[in-house]
């Protein structure tokens, strides 16, 4: 069994991280029983921790920047009692750069969306 094996020290990375995904496989199929699913049994059940986890990564992605800024406010809030000149300033520099990027990227699949129509419909 690879998995009892001891790994080399050499190996890069992204070996390691595949050995770990495949670990982790390993370890979910042998604790919920999915190593007994027909094919389409286990087709059905990755799909849905695929769906899952890739649900949380989106989420993340989203809303993990805003809530960490949301609570750096409480907490600047609390030690202080308020705002203050300087750290307002610092503050309102990091929202400028989260909403220019935020918007430049939404400029930017919007510029692809256009793109992507007006080439279907010249498809059509």
Same mark, same amino acid.
């Given at each position: 069994?690879?998995?009892?094996?001891?790994?080399?020290?050499?190996?890069?990375?992204?070996?390691?991280?595949?050995?770990?995904?495949?670990?982790?496989?390993?370890?979910?199929?042998?604790?919920?029983?999915?190593?007994?699913?027909?094919?389409?049994?286990?087709?059905?059940?990755?799909? &849905? !921790?695929?769906?899952?986890?890739?649900? @949380?990564?989106? =989420? $993340?992605?989203?809303?993990?920047?805003?809530?960490?800024?949301?609570?750096?406010?409480?907490?600047?809030?609390?030690?202080?009692?308020?705002?203050?000149?300087?750290?307002?300033? &610092? !503050?309102?520099?990091?929202?400028?750069? @989260?909403?220019? =990027? $935020?918007?430049?990227?939404?400029?930017?699949?919007?510029?692809?969306?256009?793109?992507?129509?007006?080439?279907?419909?010249?498809?059509?």
């Amino acid at each position: 069994m690879e998995y009892l094996t001891k790994q080399p020290e050499n190996l890069s990375a992204l070996q390691r991280f595949g050995r770990w995904l495949r670990l982790k496989q390993y370890q979910i199929e042998v604790t919920f029983g999915v190593y007994m699913f027909t094919p389409t049994e286990k087709f059905a059940f990755w799909s &849905v !921790v695929f769906l899952l986890c890739s649900l @949380l990564v989106i =989420a $993340t992605v989203l809303y993990l920047p805003q809530h960490l800024m949301f609570i750096i406010h409480r907490a600047w809030f609390y030690v202080n009692g308020g705002d203050s000149g300087v750290a307002s300033n &610092v !503050v309102a520099g990091n929202k400028d750069a @989260l909403s220019l =990027a $935020t918007s430049s990227t939404a400029r930017t699949m919007a510029a692809a969306a256009t793109e992507t129509a007006e080439h279907v419909s010249r498809e059509l």
